[in-house]
């Protein structure tokens, strides 16, 4: 019975990278969270444990670190595209390259009004991300969101929906509408060879987005909801090819007061945990470039 | 060998309540964690598993949330008083209640410069809580916050201290400093009874005394920015008499970057998640009450 | 500029299904994960929010459970197979199914040297898997385990590595090796067709392969030692045609005790959070079916 | 006004200890998370960041990994009274100190019917706990465990409790009843003082005795479960005075399958998360000692 070894990948994950920039007396900080992993010529190492190709995991967390320095960090697409073609440009063997980041997000405090200068507080714990592929000389970025917790106390409706003989659910004219939003969107391969992505811009606009056809379409559906946020940001971006979306239905009940002699006009829920509904999906710009390998090794939502 | 029962209590923890006022078309939404405990004459139950004087958790999680219909939920502390003093008013046998709320923050969704009006966001893992306390006529409000992350970037030294055989920590005159602030403080007595508390106006400035003094205090050790955070709240707020901090000293450990001949001048760290420093302490008005039973169940800090 | 609706499903995720089997006074129980996702035609619903076509996520979470009442749950990867062919054949729409159950693993608990009726305690928190995919009439399963966590304290090396500028491991012939295995393996489809299949029997004896392979592996790498995993599982079961490993190195830092003046062979460690390394690949058999869509919105390992 | 410093304390928290005894081909491991904590004469630091009396938390980590390379960690209650007894007998100005383990359990991994000499897996998420305290020359020893996670398919009644007008849950006689252990218990001071007591086998008899206790009761309430467990840790073990038990009510709700046509004897449930019962309560020995400050800053149950 003959054997093989099939696609596989290694590296560092999760460096809690923190950084200063103190230029003045106002000092700036990012907060990344940045996962490497490397792919290329590896049989050896798994079938017979000779490492001669491998480049250590603790060299690649070194390198994370040490390029915050050489560099500014930058948006954290730049910073993963120099760690990515880093990897796959010094080391024959390697090639291949995935670059994970997640940025968490901090505010100044303020005193007296005043932002302080070297003084945050953390924001939300929505975080900004990106992967970012580089194989050989091609690279692919896949920027998005996750955990991004959003609420509408009305606006969202859900019925005319298929029945059968497990159907108990009511049909509500009128709803709580709340999720997690995760997003991750696909940029062109030309905006991207044309390095004319301004990162933060898009990052920005994409976001808000999200949140404006979130808070402003009048929901029928979850799937619906999912359906706009993706088109919004497509037709904001030009750069973006494609949306995915995972979006948790964080279903609220409104409680059954009845037994209390109350009414409950949804006033009054129960959040619940578990289970969660669970909608996911992909919005397309037509004519989108082949997607490559800029979703692989992803969740595919 | 003869056993008895100790000190017990008994409840719901961690209803998850989310209200939605719809007064005209802009809605207001809370989210909040209420846990309840109540106390009394409940040996039978132990001892026999006899259980008429067990008002039964289902019933207490009733009640939050019939409550929070019957009449507007108001201040957490407010919330909490009602619901105590419900419990030990309408059951005999039940002398003493203990309500916990953690309040989730959210903030209205931006839409074209606009706050939505039904449309909302998670704002930072930072909880507003309360703990009151209530034992027959008695009550007590010990209120407070968690999980807000701060982070100072300098302005914080650590260096002559005591050392041993086991020392081998560098002093240092700059170093990042952040922590995830615990705070509970105490109401006086007499400030409760007559009530003449704000509450959102007492917690709103004791917050921000809170960050203020974590900003501002050039900070030889955590210890010091612990007395100093917990002095402002003192001095702010005359209705406060004791403050009780729990500061985890989040490490951030500038990276040996000397191998690839780079300084790190405090710029490239690496955030360590444990071990971590704990640092825990009161703070106390000179003549404050005594506490009675307003920290009875609580962590000490 | 158009839009068009890719890749998309939904479902109702994590159902915590407990059952008892409470023929005679010996109890028997199963506690489960359960998560269901369809896919079909289901552009209406996104695009127009008209969901004729949609069968709700509760109707789902109902069908999990009367399902578990109607017949024995039997092994999980015959109730996911269950679930998922009748939704695929109880629906025109809807094509395909997705069905996710994670089984949590419990254990008697002894009173006197004798397994108890009917009063259990919760084992580790490692779970067996399975991941059934339904398309018309086509089936694949994806089983395995997760969250099992094992530790070498010797027979592990780790040296001859690629360096470069940015390398300082040092190298090692002596070091612990941990890790949390995640894995998951692919049964043939002619296996699968021809129900011949003893699922508890491949599971139990595929992890034991995996066990023993970790244990007797003498490791110059965790690539190797994921290698010798992977072929032990093919080695031993004939129906299985590939493996896919995800472990993270949970890295062991033995600790510097020279300040100390104490030597530290490898006797006592500080374990590591983050970063730590992951080490991830796929093992196959020669002339392996192809995948089809047995790993379609999994994540790859 | 007048401001003082009240109670206070700080440490390490949470280091993870991990040892490997190495004498034969035979390991053996240990995995604990290590947290002390000092208390003493520390207003200095407080107030003006006079750090001279202040004993490094980094130093008190080195210490933690020192002692045990120096001498075998033996049973955590012993290691617990090393380190604390060594900070507040090394340093005049800490006058107390607080040690809390939590020991993680593993297992061999069978190999063909043999326990493996070096190889490892993680047993249950159980952990066997301490909070040992020092003061001065007196000390205190509270051991137990947590995350015990057992469960009852039958054997549980609830019924005969108090109503009112916000009770609607129905009574039971057959219910499941699950709950995730949290039990501390004291020693007399007798038996710490003259050091007579084979602390593994006290921690093996005390935990079977618990969950005997759980298994053999006939529940009317959780309450009583508690009680029974208690006083049976307390008639096992002569030398503990005082047992404190923390038991959330993991309900267990029976799925209504009525709609579905199906009765639903008990077999089918929804494990909910959220809110959850809390049962909490001490079991006493007549004439136990004085706590002291066994119980200070953990939490009360």
Same mark, same amino acid.
């Given at each position: 019975?003959?054997?093989? +070894?099939?696609?596989?990948?290694?590296?560092?994950?999760?460096?809690?990278?923190?950084?200063?920039?103190?230029?003045?007396?106002?000092?700036?900080?990012?907060?990344?969270?940045?996962?490497?992993?490397?792919?290329?010529?590896?049989?050896?190492?798994? =079938?017979?444990?000779?490492?001669?190709? @491998?480049?250590?995991?603790?060299?690649?967390?070194?390198?994370?670190?040490? !390029?915050?320095?050489?560099? &500014?960090?930058?948006?954290?697409? &730049?910073?993963?595209?120099? +760690?990515?073609?880093? !990897?796959?440009?010094?080391?024959?063997?390697?090639?291949?390259?995935?670059? =994970?980041?997640?940025?968490?997000?901090?505010?100044?405090?303020?005193?007296?009004?005043?932002?302080?200068?070297?003084? !945050?507080?953390?924001?939300?714990?929505?975080?900004?991300?990106?992967?970012?592929?580089?194989?050989?000389?091609? @690279?692919?970025?896949?920027?998005?969101?996750?955990?991004?917790?959003?609420?509408?106390?009305?606006?969202?409706?859900?019925?005319?929906?298929?029945?059968?003989?497990?159907?108990?659910?009511?049909?509500?004219?009128?709803? @709580?509408?709340?999720?997690?939003?995760?997003?991750?969107?696909? !940029?062109?391969?030309?905006?991207?060879?044309?390095?004319?992505?301004?990162?933060?811009?898009?990052?920005?606009?994409?976001? &808000?987005? +999200?949140?404006?056809?979130?808070?402003?379409?009048?929901?029928?559906?979850?799937? &619906?909801?999912?359906?706009?946020?993706?088109?919004?940001? =497509?037709?904001?971006?030009?750069?973006?090819?494609?949306?995915?979306?995972?979006?948790?239905?964080?279903?609220?009940?409104?409680?059954?007061?009845?037994?209390?002699? =109350?009414?409950?006009?949804?006033? @009054?829920?129960?959040?619940?945990?578990?289970?969660?509904?669970?909608?996911?999906?992909?919005?397309?710009?037509?004519?989108?470039?082949?997607?490559?390998?800029?979703?692989?090794?992803?969740?595919?939502?």
């Amino acid at each position: 019975m003959a054997i093989t +070894l099939g696609a596989n990948q290694y590296g560092k994950a999760e460096n809690r990278l923190v950084t200063v920039s103190r230029q003045g007396s106002v000092h700036h900080i990012r907060d990344l969270t940045v996962s490497t992993a490397l792919r290329g010529d590896l049989t050896d190492t798994h =079938l017979t444990g000779d490492n001669s190709k @491998v480049v250590p995991t603790d060299t690649q967390k070194n390198t994370v670190y040490a !390029f915050a320095k050489q560099e &500014q960090v930058g948006q954290i697409e &730049q910073f993963a595209l120099r +760690l990515g073609r880093h !990897f796959v440009g010094s080391f024959e063997q390697i090639t291949g390259a995935r670059v =994970l980041i997640d940025e968490h997000a901090w505010q100044r405090i303020d005193v007296d009004g005043t932002p302080h200068d070297h003084s !945050f507080a953390r924001s939300s714990e929505e975080k900004r991300t990106t992967a970012v592929t580089v194989e050989g000389d091609r @690279v692919w970025v896949v920027s998005g969101l996750r955990d991004l917790v959003v609420l509408k106390s009305t606006g969202s409706e859900f019925h005319g929906y298929s029945k059968d003989r497990y159907t108990t659910l009511p049909e509500v004219t009128d709803r @709580v509408l709340a999720t997690a939003v995760r997003a991750r969107w696909r !940029f062109s391969d030309r905006a991207v060879a044309e390095q004319e992505i301004d990162w933060a811009e898009s990052f920005a606009t994409a976001r &808000q987005a +999200l949140l404006a056809a979130f808070a402003t379409t009048h929901s029928l559906s979850l799937q &619906q909801t999912l359906y706009a946020m993706g088109t919004a940001v =497509l037709r904001t971006r030009p750069e973006i090819v494609e949306v995915r979306l995972s979006l948790p239905n964080k279903h609220h009940v409104a409680v059954d007061l009845s037994p209390f002699d =109350l009414a409950n006009d949804n006033e @009054v829920f129960h959040a619940a945990d578990r289970p969660y509904g669970l909608i996911e999906g992909a919005v397309l710009r037509d004519g989108a470039d082949d997607p490559g390998l800029a979703w692989h090794t992803l969740s595919m939502f």
